[in-house]
């Protein structure tokens, strides 16, 4: 096929994502910190990225690769790491943060929670306890009131579907738990959280000239049936698809939490908060029945057997590479009327240009989806540089930036510099 080159909108926004606790270093007082030092995983974040320190050279890094906006997370445990005292110095520092991009002329994205907790809150039982939707109420106040003119563009809660999943009921992070009915409270804590957050941030900025926008961050993943025509296969991928994309996304639209095993909840306050809809996008998920009652109702199938998988083409993490789900998700939740923003979507293959190949398949999905009528405000590749995979620790590397965790040297990649030319023309060459 003779190459061709798309043309993406103007005044599209382009860029890469972090997350604080992956690049930040020493965040010694939140959840994720105490489970590393408790050996719940193999590996410590430790000094991470020490992109605490080292942020600016970071932004030059991204402004010289052509990037026009900048997703990150504030640290909810360095800016109150008790119960109700507020860290000036904290939120001094993310204000730097928020400046320095804007120096740069980086769109910020601010992210408030981003997986991590305040360890008082982990005590307290973590996203279990009723009281956690004042909690980060209380906090996304303080936030705003401390940066609030700095960002235009606001992710309430990342991924609160996965953190759900992982923490709740696979229990593979903390708090470690494995529980149907302790998953679905925290799933109603996170709504409400998320809609006091909207109010909080928009209340704040009444009369501003530029209204803020403000969303989740969603993992928009397809979800199929392991063995494609195994009726409880079916079921429980339909069910995961209810539970985790559509249940969801129906209550921060509509106030309406009605998922099956739930009675139907009216939240009222939760109708019509995103003003945007932020997408994390990876991969399928291939659905099966899992033994533990936590996985009757479904399971994620980790293996490469499935149909359409190609499995040269899986990365460092075992994520199959499939770019059409991508058009296929967005083009499907296109009937929410709402812009989207990539807040993700990025791998770790360990052969850099496979991630290129990566890139531009999804970047031509993502431009089929626009052909196709949605409206794309921007796409933030995950991640800027290689960084603290959670559980999975540093091996695997997502960064367009590559970093030598000894020396803390950075050193852009192959994909980094061909995505810059995207970035600064607006225009992706398909070969
Ligand atoms: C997403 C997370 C992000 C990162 C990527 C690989 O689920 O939001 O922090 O771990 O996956």
């Known amino acids: 096929m003779p190459a061709r080159e798309l043309r993406f909108p103007e005044g599209f926004l382009w860029g890469a994502a972090t997350s604080a606790h992956q690049?930040?270093?020493?965040?010694?007082?939140?959840?994720?910190?105490a489970w590393e030092q408790a050996g719940r995983v193999k590996h410590r974040s430790g000094l991470a990225c020490d992109h605490y320190r080292r942020f600016k050279e970071d932004f030059d890094l991204a402004a010289s690769l052509g990037h026009t906006t900048h997703r990150l997370s504030v640290e909810w445990s360095r800016i109150e790491p008790e119960p109700g005292r507020f860290d000036d110095g904290a939120l001094a520092h993310y204000a730097e943060v928020l400046d320095a991009l804007r120096a740069r002329r980086l769109e910020p994205i601010v992210t408030l929670h981003h997986f991590t907790n305040p360890l008082w809150v982990a005590q307290a039982g973590?996203?279990?306890?009723?009281?956690?939707?004042?909690?980060?109420?209380?906090?996304?106040?303080?936030?705003?009131?401390?940066?609030?003119?700095?960002?235009r563009y606001w992710v309430t809660i990342n991924e609160p579907m996965v953190y759900v999943n992982t923490a709740y009921l696979e229990g593979r992070w903390p708090p470690g738990l494995r529980s149907v009915p302790a998953a679905q409270r925290v799933t109603e804590h996170l709504i409400r959280a998320h809609a006091a957050a909207y109010h909080i941030v928009h209340d704040a900025a009444a009369g501003a000239a530029q209204p803020p926008q403000v969303s989740i961050a969603k993992y928009?993943?397809?979800?199929?049936?392991?063995?494609?025509?195994?009726?409880?296969?079916?079921?429980?991928?339909?069910?995961?698809?209810?539970?985790?994309?559509?249940?969801?996304?129906?209550?921060?639209?509509?106030?309406?939490?009605?998922?099956?095993?739930?009675?139907p909840k009216r939240i009222p306050e939760a109708r019509g908060t995103l003003d945007y809809f932020g997408v994390n996008f990876y991969r399928r998920h291939f659905i099966r029945n899992g033994w533990h009652p936590a996985q009757w109702l479904g399971s994620g199938c980790e293996q490469t057997h499935h149909w359409g998988s190609r499995r040269?083409?899986?990365?460092?993490?075992?994520?199959?590479?499939?770019?059409?789900?991508?058009?296929?998700?967005?083009?499907?939740?296109?009937?929410?009327?709402?812009?989207?923003?990539?807040?993700e979507n990025g791998t770790s293959m360990v052969d850099d240009?496979?991630?290129?190949?990566?890139?531009v398949d999804h970047l031509e999905a993502l431009h089929r989806a626009i052909e196709a009528g949605c409206r794309v405000l921007g796409y933030t590749y995950w991640s800027?540089?290689?960084?603290?995979?959670?559980?999975?620790?540093?091996?695997?590397?997502?960064?367009?930036?590559?970093?030598?965790?000894?020396?803390?040297?950075r050193r852009v990649r192959e994909s980094g510099r061909r995505y810059a030319e995207v970035c600064r023309t607006g225009r992706l060459v398909v070969e």
Request: charged share 20%.
């Open 384 to 409: 800027l540089m290689d960084n603290f995979e959670w559980a999975h620790g540093f091996a695997p590397r997502f960064g367009l930036v590559e970093v030598d965790y000894k020396t803390q040297q």
């Open 126 to 151: 973590s996203w279990t306890n009723p009281k956690v939707v004042d909690w980060f109420a209380r906090f996304t106040e303080r936030v705003v009131r401390a940066l609030g003119g700095k960002a």
């Open 23 to 33: 690049v930040e270093g020493d965040n010694t007082r939140n959840d994720w910190w």
């Open 220 to 263: 928009l993943p397809v979800f199929l049936p392991c063995r494609r025509w195994w009726p409880l296969h079916r079921v429980a991928s339909a069910l995961s698809d209810r539970l985790f994309n559509g249940g969801f996304l129906e209550a921060v639209t509509e106030g309406r939490w009605a998922v099956p095993g739930v009675w």
């Open 353 to 359: 240009a496979r991630r290129w190949r990566f890139i």
């Open 312 to 343: 040269d083409l899986t990365s460092w993490m075992g994520w199959e590479v499939y770019p059409q789900a991508f058009y296929q998700t967005l083009t499907r939740w296109q009937r929410l009327g709402l812009p989207f923003l990539i807040t």
